[in-house]
Every structure is written in structure tokens, then in C-alpha cells.
């Protein structure tokens, strides 16, 4: 179950303005992916490409064979089925109650009877953590409990891909650690492809198994998590680590004075990196791999203190 996401030479712009150009990645099958990247840089476009919301200028994105880019609105349709999104606010209907807002997608796609949808949307309902809950109007509810109602719905069709448009915004770090492993639970369960865009970095070095970082209208890197965590390419070193000594400015891009009045100066060393977040009902990721696996294959040191328990708290 899940499947992969090819992405080719995708470029995007809105009349002069190039959102992003050359984008190329694959999303392999069942695994989860963080998309990092400053405000602005065209993420939610991104996510938006690839359910065929917007439409790119040039380039692929292969689903199961059907190029979105290029298909028949058709063949679109179908293709969205294979999608659930969680959108940043949740999206939910105001004057709905949490069951009618999870049997939404139930009631307009399919022609299941209301029993089977009772029995869909209380086993979603129990999945995101809600059961008891399915009579509160979006606006009784926490921001928490609004994100886990969103993530319902967007199990609702079983989907093979889910999307996370910011997923953690304006939640406390607290609510944000259940969310995390709540979505990595998730993901062990349906064995779904994820991909989620999020600021946190947190989420970012302990959540996916391959990390992408757009900056300045490109992808600036996409690999595994290992990969990007040891990296000391300066844009993904700075925004991983979260450090104002960098390429990235306040706006934008630092400009020649900026970057020459922090030459010499000394970079903090890596932090750690930290275990990945494992599953906690028991079913092992579709990618585990042993950590620091991908260091060792590709001759890299990590940074002292790497993949012990305690690295993901000593980061925080
Ligand atoms: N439908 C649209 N028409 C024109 N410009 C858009 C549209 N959607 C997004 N943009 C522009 O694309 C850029 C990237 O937006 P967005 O993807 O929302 O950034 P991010 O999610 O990374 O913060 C922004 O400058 C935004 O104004
Ligand atoms: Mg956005």
C-alpha cells in the first residue's frame, strides 16, 4: 500500500513571478517526507501541483503511471481518489459537527449507506483519537482536536497518499509531539505514502524518513533524513538547525555585505542527530532502517552524540 510520487523538471510561476523552477523528487511509496522551506517559497503550491489543484508550467509528476501535469480532467478525478489533504486549518465545515464533517467525503463520492458510513467514520473517529467527540462543532473544539478531526476526514476514503499542509501550526510543542507520533503511528497502520509540509524542525529531524528543503525558487536538497541532518551545505545547515549565521536572511536571500561581515565567523557545531521517531503501537515503519545506516553506507560522520536515546530532547 502507498504509492511513490515522481516528480520531474517541475517548474511553477504565476505570471512573471517563478515560484519554483526544475523541482525533481520521488516520493517513494509508504515512506513520510517532511518539505521544509522559508515562507513563501511556494510549498503549499507545491502540495497543490501535485493533487492537480495548479497546474505547473513544465515538467511530470507521475502517479501510478498518469502524468497529473498532462492528464485528462478524467483521469485527474480518478488520480485525486488516491489523496487525502490536511489542510492548514483543518478545513472544517463551522456549522457541521465533527461526524458529519468526517462523513463529508463519505456522503459525496461514494453511495455507501449511512450504517456503513457510521461504521467508517467511528473507526476513523477512533484512529485520530476523537471517539466521543463526534457531536462538537469545529468551533467548541482545541486547535489539537480541530488538526485530528482534519486528519480524519482525510482517512475517510483510505486514501494512498496523505498530505500535511503545515499540520503543526499554532499548536504548543506539547500537542505537536502527540500530532508527530500520531502521524507516525498512522502511517505504520495504513501503510500510506505521507508527505508533510511543516516549519517545525523538531518535527523535521525526527518525524520523516527523507527530508526536501525548497529555497530560493529550487529545491535545494532532497534526500534521507541522515542526509540532510549531517549535512554542511550552508542553506540546509542553517534552516535544519534553525541558526541566523547563513545564506538565509530576514526577507530573503543575505545580500554580498551581509555575507562578508559574517565571514571568519565560527559555525556552531552539528547538533546530534537525533532517533527517529518510532511507532508506537507496536508495527515497525514499511522504511525502518537501523539508525546511522545511511552514514556508515555513504563513508559520513555523523555529529558526536548521534542516534542515542536522549539526542531528540538535548536538540529541543
Ligand atoms: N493562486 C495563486 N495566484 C498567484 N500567486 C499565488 C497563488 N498561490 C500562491 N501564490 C504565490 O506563490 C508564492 C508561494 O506561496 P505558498 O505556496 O503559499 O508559500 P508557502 O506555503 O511556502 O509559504 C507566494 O508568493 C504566493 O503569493
Ligand atoms: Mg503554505
Redesign the pocket.
Known sequence: MGVEIKVDGLTKS?GK?V?WRDVSLTVPAGEICVML?P????????LKALIGL?KPDTGSIVIEGTDIASCSEKDLYEIRKLFGVLFQDGAMFGSMNLYDNVAFPLREHTRKSESDIRDIVMEKMDLVGLVGAEDKLPGEISGGMRKRAGLARALVLDPEIVLFDEPDSGLDPVRTAFLNQLIVDLNAQIDATFLI?THDINTARTVPDNIGL?YHKHLAMFGPREMLLSSEEPVVRQFLNAQRVGPIGMSEEKDANELAAEAGQELPPLPPIPMQLEPSNGIPRRSQRPPGEWCRDHGVTPPPGSFQADAAIATR
Open positions: 504565476f513571478q515560484i522551506g515562507s513563501g517559497t511556494g510549498k503549499s503550491v507545491f495548479l509540509v525548497l
